[in-house]
């Protein structure tokens, strides 16, 4: 089955961290890969995702606005708009939104 989606017709709902917001694309039941969703995620101006690790899943982050400081294996990266990182399985990382920031969040489970 193909699927097609607009971003202004899907509704926003809280991320699994409790901060921002994401609009997904796609879910992990609604396709056979590993995938555990494509969203676009919001972060407003001063939210923080606490470090956390994900024992089972890699996570690919673009950012598409704003200015982010991710924090991953012991190293802080200042992303903005076209950056790109990869955040691999069991590496401990923290996301703090220097500005409004929206970027495209895809999860895997390995």
Do not use: W
């Not at 961290?17 to 396709?31: I, S, T, W, Y």
């Not at 399985?89 to 489970?109: D, N």
């Amino acid at each position: 089955m193909t699927i097609i989606r607009n971003i202004a017709d899907i509704v926003g709902k809280p991320t699994s961290h409790g901060v921002g917001l994401k609009k997904v694309f796609l879910a992990n039941n609604e396709c056979a890969s590993n995938i555990t969703q494509v969203a676009v995620t919001t972060l407003e101006a001063g939210s923080i995702v606490e470090s956390h690790v994900h024992q089972d899943m890699e996570e690919f982050f673009l950012i598409q606005s704003g200015e982010v400081v991710i924090q991953a294996d012991g190293e802080e990266h200042r992303l903005s708009n076209g950056d790109f990182i990869y955040i691999p399985c069991g590496v401990s990382h923290r996301l703090s939104a220097v500005a409004t920031s929206t970027m495209i969040t895809i999860g895997c489970e390995l």
